[in-house]
C-alpha cells in the first residue's frame, strides 16, 4: 500500500508517477500526490458522527444502571455516609 494518495481520484484506480522533478503526481488527473495520515479528516469526522450517535446511548446506560444502585441503597443513606468516619 502507498503512503500517498490522490484526493480527486478513486482510491482503487489510482496510478502513481514519478514527475521530471522528482514529485509524486497521479497518473490520471496530474495533480500531485497527499501524504496519508494515521488520521485523515474523513476519519475524524466519522469518529465524530458516530460518537454524536453513541454517547447518548452510552449515558442513557450509565443513568439506568446509577438509578438502579440508588434504588437498591436504603432510604437513610445519610447514616451509611457518616459509617466510614466511625473508627
Ligand atoms: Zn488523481
Known amino acids: 500500500m502507498s503512503r500517498y494518495y490522490c484526493p480527486f481520484c478513486s482510491s482503487r484506480y489510482q496510478i ?3 514527475r521530471s522533478d522528482g514529485v509524486l503526481v497521479c497518473g490520471q488527473c496530474g ?6 495520515t494515521f ?6 469526522i466519522g469518529v465524530v ?4 450517535f453513541l454517547a ?6 450509565f443513568f439506568v444502571i446509577n438509578n438502579f444502585t440508588n434504588e437498591r441503597l436504603p432510604k437513610n443513606s445519610e447514616s451509611l455516609v457518616l459509617l466510614p468516619y466511625d473508627k
Not at 39 to 44: D, E, Q, V, W
Not at 49 to 52: I, K, L, M, Q, R
Open 31 to 36: 495533480d500531485p500526490l497527499i501524504k496519508k
Open 49 to 52: 458522527a458516530a460518537s454524536a
Open 16 to 18: 502513481h508517477k514519478n
Open 56 to 61: 447518548p446511548l452510552l449515558m442513557m446506560i
Open 39 to 44: 488520521l485523515n479528516s474523513r476519519r475524524i
